[in-house]
């Protein structure tokens, strides 16, 4: 019996990533599977990257339906992934960041998931970090503990903490819902919570991608996070958590529409997200203010006077967020 072959869109989304959009696009050229359209979209880079890009497709000798797109402005994660899927046709969608490498059969290995497990939506794999060289620097396994929650529940959770960047999904999940926030930031949070919704999530154990760590995204390892570096991410992850109760906000309305959820489920979700909004502004603000260098500083002072800890940390423990502070501090200079 021949095994079902869908189209597959993969999707290769770029933005400034010259030194390694070549490794990124070859490993999406050769994939082994035959039914592809691959489409790319360059968030107007500044550098050479779109340049390379148009050169290596040049030179391509692989029959498959291509379609490269460069945006006339930066238009940010989550229109750039809007833009990309408009363009595509496939039943499945596969993510490709432009600085990652994926093995020749991740592709095939996802279709045949999803053949064999018909309820998922979502499908995502191990992973590799390696270093701007190449060099390996971890292993990155996932589960999924959110299958069996009901909708209440996963807006709790809040976060399926599962990458884009080994992500795969039915286009069902981005048509039946629509276009992203422009505001989006976690797009495989977005998407992975629309998959919950509509059937399950599923996880390959197979190292599929090797992912680039570097200090232009956001994988940047801790030795090269110093205190402001530290200080300005964690306001940028507060404002991404606070864009994505937008989103969910916006996507929890439409699945009461599609009588994916009740009213009563909508109006109890409606409530957490409103807890959790209120809770990463006031984060962001934390972070983002004076009080934050405020605290380091006290922290500092309980580190050097090491007779008087158990005192002045049962003091300084009523300061919001302070328990959580003292160990990142000491995180930081382990």
């Known amino acids: 019996m021949r095994v079902k072959e869908p189209l597959v869109s993969i999707v290769l989304l770029s933005y400034n990533q010259e030194e390694y959009i070549i490794e990124a696009l070859n490993s999406a050229l050769n994939q082994n599977y035959e039914n592809i359209q691959l489409v790319i979209s360059d968030d107007c880079s500044t550098d050479n990257t779109f340049n390379l890009i148009k050169k290596r497709l040049s030179n391509n000798k692989k029959n498959h339906k291509i379609i490269l797109n460069r945006n006339e402005a930066n238009l940010g994660i989550a229109s750039n992934v809007n833009k990309a899927l408009s363009y595509a046709e496939g039943e499945i969608a596969v993510f490709f960041s432009g600085d990652d490498i994926s093995k020749f059969n991740r592709v095939k290995e996802s279709i045949e998931y999803f053949n064999e497990n018909p309820k ?25 503990k959110s299958n069996n929650l009901d909708i209440i529940d996963r807006v709790k959770m809040f976060s399926v903490s599962l990458p884009g960047y080994c992500h795969a999904m039915r286009i069902e999940s981005y048509s039946k819902f629509g276009p992203l926030e422009e505001s989006t930031i976690n797009e495989d949070e977005a998407f992975c919570f629309r998959s919950l919704t509509l059937g399950e999530v599923g996880i390959i154990p197979k190292y599929l991608v ?5 200090s232009s995204n956001l994988y940047a390892s801790k030795q090269s996070i110093d205190f402001i570096s530290y200080k300005e991410l964690n306001a940028k992850r507060a404002e991404y958590a606070i864009n ?23 109006s109890a979700c409606l409530t957490i997200l409103e807890r959790k909004y209120n809770y990463y502004s006031n984060l962001n603000i934390y972070y983002s203010g004076g009080y934050f260098e405020a605290c380091f500083a006290a922290i500092r002072l309980v580190r050097i006077e090491k007779r008087l800890i158990s005192k002045i940390r049962r003091i300084l423990s009523l300061i919001p967020y302070f328990d959580n502070l003292y160990y990142n ?5 382990k």
Request: charged share 30%; glycine share 6%; proline share 0%.
């Open 210 to 214: 090797k992912r680039r760590i570097h």
């Open 120 to 144: 998922t939506y979502s499908v995502f794999t191990y992973g590799v970090n390696i270093d701007e060289n190449g060099r390996k620097v971890s292993k990155c396994e996932y589960q999924i």
């Open 244 to 266: 994505l109760t937008y989103q969910y906000q916006k996507d929890l309305i439409k699945f009461r529409n599609c009588k994916l959820i009740t009213e009563g489920e909508l």
């Open 329 to 333: 501090y000491i995180y930081l200079n």
